[in-house]
């Protein structure tokens, strides 16, 4: 069965700590992509991959990390200098970076910074 | 001005109707143009997609673009409850990340 996977899908962590959010695809996709959802705010985009090693920058990349060691791996890290980190975060897909336009999403994780 | 507007909504209609949401934009080189579905707590699945100016059917779906007026639309006929969603326009120049609208929340009763 393919598509894309998120996990966990809720999530807790206290103020001050990092964490990390796992996105997984079997699609053999070569771009990947982070987004934040807020309330009355749409999809934001936080950082993206064309290919394997390689990532960039979205509109709203402070206090988060990503890496790309895998095709099929794309875990987001917020980090402690993120300052409103509650929040629902989608990781999508699409084929390649020229096929930018269908984004495949994954079920989300929503995060809550207590 | 915001490179893509949409009504949030909420917008509520009675079962049966037909549904238009919309969104403007100002980045004239916007050539993709889509319409996904997001149903609550769920992430967003792709409902429409079409390729610069004019129209396209899915069922008792329609997406419409006028580049001129940069201005997309899509018609849901016979609504039913089951497309109550938040509809989120999103489009793209190629080769470039998709810039979405906020979203519109669409309730459906029966």
């Known amino acids: 069965d393919g598509g894309i996977t998120q996990s966990p899908k809720y999530l807790f962590r206290k103020e001050g700590q990092n964490v990390t959010l796992s996105c997984e695809q079997n699609?053999?996709?070569?771009?990947m992509y982070w987004y934040r959802q807020d309330p009355g705010q749409g999809l934001r985009l936080i950082y993206y991959s064309q290919i394997v090693n390689d990532f960039q920058k979205g509109d709203i990349a402070e206090g988060y990390s990503v890496s790309r060691e895998k095709k099929e791996s794309f875990p987001l890290t917020v980090t402690s200098a993120q300052k409103n980190p509650t929040a629902f975060y989608l990781c999508?897909?699409?084929?390649?970076?020229?096929?930018?336009?269908?984004?495949?999403f994954g079920p989300g994780t929503r995060l809550t910074v207590l | 001005q915001k490179e893509v507007e949409q009504d949030p909504g909420p917008l509520s209609v009675p079962e049966g109707a037909i549904v238009s949401l919309n969104c403007t934009y100002s980045n004239s080189a916007f050539q993709y143009f889509m319409w996904y579905r997001q149903y609550s707590r769920k992430g967003p699945e792709l409902l429409m997609y079409?390729?610069?100016?004019g129209n396209k059917e899915d069922g008792r779906f329609t997406a419409q673009v006028d580049k001129s007026s940069k201005y997309i639309s899509l018609f849901i006929r016979d609504s039913q409850p089951s497309d109550s969603a938040t509809y989120l326009c999103?489009?793209?120049?190629?080769?470039?990340?998709?810039?979405f609208g906020k979203g519109t929340r669409l309730s459906v009763i029966a």
């Open positions: 999508a897909s699409s084929i390649s970076w020229v096929n930018t336009d269908t984004q495949y």
């Open positions: 699609l053999n996709h070569d771009a």
């Open positions: 079409t390729y610069s100016s």
């Open positions: 999103a489009m793209s120049a190629g080769n470039t990340p998709l810039v």
